[in-house]
């Protein structure tokens, strides 16, 4: 058996150990009616060593990936992605050891298990780097700014749990509507999951060929139905679907496509959820969150912020900028990932400004932390997924 054999069994481990988790986690929490914390911490601490054991296969999947590459795994979206998941949970572990919030696990550990299966999605296999990532600065940029995004999340964890007690579902308000789309969101990113095993379990595919950015002929190999089409597009796959509209050359029509697709499944798998459960999603967490403190909930939220704050100025920011220095002869560029890493850091400079300045704690903070963990996945999805630009080797 090869590194890369058991780097993908302990991420299969790590899975399932979270997965098991969220369920005690839950267990512990739905189990606690009468308000008692010790009630949740029997069954609390017991999910919280699966929790471990899940963490350190995960650590085992990171470096045992690092030995069969020869380099840190974070250079492509299949690595960041996984490696995004296991900053979440050691976030939370560290949280966890101060606080003992079984809440907080099963809010965090699915959300984890969410964006693992998201970057299950993305060709895992092995190899070799592209020149421009050939550098140690692979490791110090994106390792920091993927421990400082964890961080982040677990802020967004906390203001969820926080806003799921604070927010009436039963009339109709625009705290309720919001809160509601996350969810829906949330739902999405399953969908994604979902569209991308039943289009690669029917082997669906279809090649086209169309003019780029650049005025020269390439192709495109679509394995979902092209509902997107490249620039001046031409099909070479007989019976192909006929586009329904084309994109710009800045554009990539196949993750568009792909994305549209995770909105059709996760719409379907949103709303038979709503029908088989008779309320809104958000709604069928209410009684998990009824013990909740909403004092801690709002601590955690904002010290996971002021830990990961500096730490993504360092990574995204300083580091990132020496290396665009060393690799582009430019401090600074509008590249598009480049622009939403400056937007997500203006977000928490406001949000500290807001918290601090203003006084905006509780309810408004809760906000802003799940507003800026969206941000963060829209740089994660959107941007590396449909806009071109010198980073789309991500």
Known sequence: MTLADISSNLLYVAFVAYLIATFVFGGAVRGNKEGSFKSEGRWGNIAFIITII???????????RWGATGHAPLSNMFEFTTAFGMTLVGGFIVIYLLYRTPVLGMVVLPIALLIIAFASMFPSEVSPLIPALQTNWLAIHVSTVVIAEGILAISAGAGLIYLLKVVDMTKKSNQRFWLEAMMYSLVVVMGF???????TLTGYEAEFTYIDKDD???SITYNMPPLVGMNEYTALTDDAMEPLFQTPPI?????????LWSLIFGTALYWSIRLIARKRIAAIFKPYVKNVNLQLMDEINYRAVI??????????????????????????GWDPKEVWALVTWLFYAAYLHLR???GWQGEKSAW????????????????????????SYA
């Open 307 to 332: 830990i990961g704050f500096p730490l993504f100025t360092l990574g995204a920011l300083i580091f990132a900028m020496i290396w665009a220095q060393i690799a582009w002869s430019r401090f600074w």
């Open 193 to 199: 999951v979902v569209a991308n095993s039943y289009f």
């Open 368 to 391: 802003l932390a799940v507003g800026g963990f969206a941000i963060i996945m829209f740089n994660l999805v959107a941007v590396n997924l449909i806009i071109a630009g010198l980073h």
């Open 251 to 259: 554009i990539n029509a196949g993750k568009v496509t792909t994305i």
């Open 54 to 64: 899940g963490f350190l296969s995960h650590l085992g999947y990171f470096f045992t």
């Open 216 to 218: 020269n002929e390439s």
């Open 356 to 358: 601090l300045g203003k």
